[in-house]
């Protein structure tokens, strides 16, 4: 196989399913070789990100994710992603094992958002606990002149069930949940919500609402993804 990428995911397995899901909704081929070609690394076993972040005498997810580097330098696709916001805690180490090109979510989001927002924008963090104690989305919007909306205790355990109480323990999409944590970030003064987890895209993909303004970084990561893709079918 030739002009390929490259996916790390399983960090949740629901999330990289709806990535996938997602990337295709944006593609209309008109026959199977109109496809995007890919190599999928749902790494199911790699430890849980948040965890290790908040304790790190917990497994830790940074030797086992070198590890599938490892096997994807073999394959030598074009450019690498990962659709794991959290995952992103490692996303320096991860580069410097590889020559191939990593797409940063993060960056990707945070300049994604010049076009649609302006730098007095307020916005709110729905993240896990894992990038919400390390700053990851904090950093960078901060750097770029964003203001930014923490979630309080309440809030960010709201957060927290949906992500893992719902979604990853129980496979359950709950939209009422999520519309109330993105009510809560309007009422703390966000004017628009990051959804900073892919367990959250997922909802946000589920919700036939929209209510409430959002910006969705699995989105970003997916429109960033598709334009590379797209320039690799014109290789073949």
Same mark, same amino acid.
Not at 23 to 52: G, I, S, W
Not at 115 to 143: C, D, M, N, P, W
Not at 180 to 205: H, K, M, P
């Given at each position: 196989?030739?002009?390929?990428?490259?996916?790390?995911?399983?960090?949740?397995?629901?999330?990289?399913?709806?990535?996938?899901?997602?990337?295709?909704?944006?593609?209309?081929?008109?026959?199977?070789?109109?496809?995007?070609?890919?190599?999928?690394?749902?790494?199911?076993?790699?430890?849980?990100?948040?965890?290790?972040?908040?304790?790190?005498? /917990?497994?830790?997810?940074?030797?086992?994710?070198?590890?599938?580097?490892?096997?994807?330098?073999?394959?030598? =696709?074009?450019?690498?992603?990962?659709?794991?916001?959290?995952?992103?805690?490692?996303?320096?180490?991860?580069?410097? /094992?590889?020559?191939?090109?990593?797409?940063?979510?993060?960056?990707?989001?945070?300049? /994604?958002? =010049?076009?649609?927002?302006?730098?007095?924008?307020?916005?709110?963090?729905?993240?896990?606990?894992?990038?919400?104690?390390?700053?990851?989305?904090?950093?960078?919007?901060?750097?770029?002149?964003?203001?930014?909306?923490?979630?309080?205790?309440?809030?960010?355990?709201?957060?927290?069930?949906?992500?893992?109480?719902?979604?990853?323990?129980?496979?359950?999409?709950?939209?009422?949940?999520?519309?109330?944590?993105?009510?809560?970030?309007?009422?703390?003064?966000?004017?628009?919500?990051?959804?900073?987890?892919?367990?959250?895209?997922?909802?946000?993909?589920?919700?036939?609402?929209?209510?409430?303004?959002?910006?969705?970084?699995?989105?970003?990561?997916?429109?960033?993804?598709?334009?590379?893709?797209?320039?690799?079918?014109?290789?073949?």
């Amino acid at each position: 196989m030739k002009n390929f990428f490259a996916i790390l995911g399983g960090m949740g397995t629901l999330a990289t399913t709806n990535f996938l899901v997602e990337l295709n909704k944006r593609h209309q081929p008109t026959k199977d070789q109109d496809f995007f070609n890919y190599v999928l690394f749902n790494h199911a076993e790699v430890p849980d990100r948040t965890t290790y972040i908040l304790d790190h005498s /917990a497994p830790n997810p940074l030797p086992v994710l070198l590890e599938d580097i490892e096997k994807i330098n073999i394959l030598k =696709p074009e450019f690498i992603v990962m659709p794991c916001n959290t995952g992103h805690y490692f996303i320096e180490d991860l580069k410097k /094992a590889t020559s191939i090109p990593f797409i940063n979510m993060i960056k990707e989001t945070v300049k /994604a958002l =010049p076009s649609t927002h302006h730098v007095k924008t307020r916005i709110g963090l729905a993240v896990t606990q894992g990038t919400l104690e390390s700053q990851l989305y904090e950093r960078e919007l901060l750097f770029n002149g964003y203001e930014v909306v923490l979630p309080d205790t309440t809030l960010q355990h709201k957060i927290n069930e949906l992500i893992y109480t719902y979604i990853k323990e129980q496979s359950i999409i709950n939209l009422f949940l999520y519309e109330e944590i993105l009510e809560d970030f309007q009422q703390l003064g966000s004017d628009v919500t990051l959804l900073g987890c892919t367990e959250l895209s997922l909802a946000n993909s589920h919700d036939p609402l929209k209510r409430f303004p959002v910006i969705d970084a699995e989105k970003i990561l997916l429109d960033r993804t598709f334009q590379l893709a797209q320039q690799l079918k014109i290789r073949v």
